[in-house]
């Protein structure tokens, strides 16, 4: 085979790895929007694209032969169809997202089974079936290689380093550039021009090369260290190999992402960070195996195998609050694991499959299957059981069992193996013994810990000074919110401006519950929405009332995205209070900030209603953006420093905004709304004067706006969670 052929062939394998892991970054993001920012649609997601993966190698490996007989046209021309079809899907999945979005809005909340299923059966119906034409792309492009020469007995390695670059470029470039330069649909648009892109070049390699019998098939077969020294183990020990790798490493990576939030904070680039590193390292391994496997000089699996053993405990230990190091360190932490199965996955199939599309495809879908299988395990069972850190142990015993497995074949020398077992057990007795996880030391004191699908969530009291403790709520590691009276104005401020009295009100992010608290103490129906079912759970620690106000009748604490549920419920209320989680660049936050947000929540006001949106910046660029988004949706928009000096309490509504005096105000305050006002009041003053400087503190709306009005936050261009290029590379 021409070597130009070869190196056009590397490249569409680059583009085409870069295009998948474009689709697959804006896929869990375009979920998370329809079906809720639970971690679920993560593992969703990354399942449903493995088993597409899985499907199109298996499948199309076995059948490609046949096909290309019977049509007596090349495999190239279905790979050209493959690409061709798959850059539809930058299309047709956001449409079949918003159809299934609809569709499941009558299931109820997101933390019910039925509505867990169902919505994992939409995705997979969304996505399946674009996955399984990009997992039909290894064996169609070998197959077009086994058609122009015989020698191709480790090809798949060397199209499988290609993909790998591409789809490392293509999470860092849609992560870091894409998405902020162009937006959702855009970039969905360079991915769809690529594959197209990619189907022209296939279809002239096919006019170039076009199919020739066995007979006319040079044979250029060099000995390789594949075929001149087969792996330790049968088959069906490789096979565990591969699905093992597969399972565990897919797992890990949904592990990591909840063990790692801590450090990496809840931006969108912690995933892409945790991603990018991973495929970095596992190019670095496949290199290191291309240049090993020209050189003869092959690493055993044994050794491969032992070394996975230690590596996959490295994050245990680096993931410790006492030692922490940066994030950094925590990066790098996973790449010793991701290297060596890059260098592990292809050097295996390579050995079992001798280049053969149908051997190819049947190795590949058993390390895909078990890809298919790890998320699901880890954020169904696995997390909310055991948390990270035993989860990271847990995933690594497979490895450890494996080796003491390929051990009993193993030729080498018996001192190195007894060496490679105590390092094995004392790093083991390190990580379960010694080694602590962000969750357990959180630092808290009377601390309680409670897990579910979703989150973990850490409740205590911190020490803020010999004198001073504070209770704290920690989701995830990262403080969510505090005992402030900033959280009780956020529903007394938007009802005492309303001109009527108040009847009901809708608390989206309940947090600790004292804004849900302060509202249900004005005596109306209060509804609050929350998306963790353990931040609810944990009410009580909180306040003594807590399970009184569960059961009044007029209180309702509902599990679900608070978008989904304005789309699902026809009620209308007085004042809807909001307050996203911190920080304001947290992966997904944008939904409660768009325009788009905006505009479903205007649906949902009564005449004369307002909406507070609480914002902890202060004239930054992501502040501003929110300020243009109100403004651009509502047509009166008033906006309040808060009262200890950080913050502010943006009000909006369709009617004009009358601010009216302190005692008007106050006369409009029912006695349970004043003692709770005055709960956590800082100082001696009396209300007059507390309320004063809450409605004293009004902002000039004029001053805050930018006056760019790209400066805003919408579904498709999610201002405040994509800004590194403006950040730190301002034009």
């Not at 809450?694 to 201002?719: A, G, M, Q």
Request: hydrophobic share 50%; glycine share 6%; proline share 5%.
């Amino acid at each position: 085979m021409k070597i130009s052929t070869r190196k056009i062939l590397f490249t569409v394998f680059f583009f085409s790895g870069f295009c998948a892991l474009l689709y697959q970054v804006i896929w869990v993001r375009l979920a998370y929007a329809s079906f809720g920012i639970i971690t679920p649609v993560l593992s969703v997601v990354i399942s449903v694209f493995m088993l597409g993966l899985a499907i199109g190698s298996w499948g199309v490996g076995r059948w490609i032969k046949g096909w290309t007989s019977r049509a007596r046209i090349s495999a190239i021309y279905f790979y050209a169809l493959a690409e061709f079809l798959i850059g539809v899907s930058a299309f047709a999945v956001p449409w079949m997202f918003a159809l299934g979005e609809r569709l499941l809005l009558p299931m109820g909340e997101t933390d019910s089974g039925y509505y867990l299923l169902v919505s994992a059966l939409v995705i997979a119906a969304s996505l399946l079936g674009w996955c399984i034409l990009m997992g039909a792309s290894f064996p169609l492009a070998l197959a077009f290689e086994k058609e122009q020469t015989r020698s191709s007995e480790s090809n798949f390695s060397f199209l499988y380093l290609a993909n790998v670059i591409g789809a490392m470029c293509g999470t860092i470039l849609t992560t870091v550039v894409l998405i902020e330069w162009l937006g959702f649909k855009s970039t969905l648009m360079v991915a769809a021009t690529a594959n197209f892109l990619i189907a022209l070049v296939a279809v002239w390699l096919g006019i170039r090369h076009p199919l020739r019998s066995p007979a006319e098939i040079p044979d250029q077969r060099k000995s390789t260290a594949a075929a001149a020294q087969p792996s330790a183990g049968g088959s069906t020990l490789l096979y565990a190999v591969l699905f093992t790798t597969g399972f565990c490493s897919m797992a890990l990576e949904v592990v990591w992402i909840r063990a790692f939030i801590p450090i990496l904070r809840t931006s969108v680039y912690a995933f892409g960070a945790i991603l990018f590193i991973y495929l970095l390292s596992t190019w670095i391994g496949s290199y290191f195996y291309r240049r090993n496997l020209a050189g003869s000089k092959l690493a055993s699996n044994v050794a491969l195998l032992a070394a996975l053993s230690v590596a996959v405990l490295l994050p245990v230990v680096v993931n410790d609050p006492r030692i922490h190091k940066g994030v950094p360190w925590i990066l790098l932490s996973i790449a010793p694991f991701c290297t060596l199965l890059g260098y592990l996955t292809p050097r295996i199939i390579d050995d079992m499959s001798h280049g053969a599309p149908d051997l190819v495809g049947r190795a590949y879908a058993v390390n895909l299957s078990g890809c298919i299988l790890g998320p699901l395990f880890a954020a169904y069972l696995l997390l909310p059981a055991t948390g990270a850190r035993i989860s990271m142990v847990i995933l690594a015993l497979p490895f450890l069992f494996l080796w003491v497995l390929f051990l009993r074949s193993w030729s080498g020398r018996k001192t190195l193996a007894a060496t490679t077992g105590i390092l094995l057990c004392c790093t083991l007795l390190v990580s379960i013994r010694y080694s602590k996880s962000y969750e357990e030391g959180a630092g808290l004191l009377d601390q309680k810990v409670r897990r579910d699908h979703t989150a973990t969530v850490i409740t205590g009291t911190e020490i803020i000074d010999e004198n001073n403790y504070a209770k704290a709520l920690l989701v995830n590691g990262v403080s969510i919110t505090m005992v402030t009276p900033i959280t009780k104005v956020m529903a007394h401020l938007p009802l005492g401006l309303l001109t009527k009295k108040p009847e009901s009100a809708l608390v989206i992010c309940f947090g600790m519950g004292t804004t849900f608290r302060s509202a249900m103490s004005w005596g109306i129906d209060t509804t609050a929405i929350e998306l963790v079912p353990s931040v609810r759970d944990a009410f009580g620690d909180f306040f003594a009332d807590a399970a009184e106000l569960m059961q009044d009748p007029r209180g309702h604490i509902i599990v679900d995205d608070g978008r989904r549920y304005l789309m699902r419920t026809e009620k209308t209320f007085d004042v809807i209070t909001i307050d996203p989680p911190p920080p304001v660049e947290t992966a997904g936050s944008s939904l409660l900030y768009s325009t788009e947000f905006y505009d479903l929540m205007k649906k949902h006001l009564k005449p004369g209603g307002m909406v507070q949106q609480w914002h902890p910046g202060d004239r930054e660029e992501s502040f501003q953006a929110v300020a243009r988004s109100l403004v651009e949706s509502f047509p009166y928009v008033a906006a309040f420093y808060s009262m200890e000096n950080w913050g502010t309490h943006f009000i909006a509504s369709m009617s004009p905004i009358v601010i009216p005096p302190v005692d008007v105000f106050i006369s409009r305050l029912p006695e349970g709304a004043r003692k709770d006002l005055l709960e956590w009041k800082w100082g001696q003053e009396p209300i007059e004067t507390y309320v004063a400087n809450i409605l004293f503190r009004r902002l000039d709306l004029d001053e805050l706006l930018n006056p760019d009005r790209e400066i805003l936050i919408s579904d498709d261009r999610p201002f405040n969670e994509y800004f590194v290029l403006r950040r730190y590379f301002p034009r």
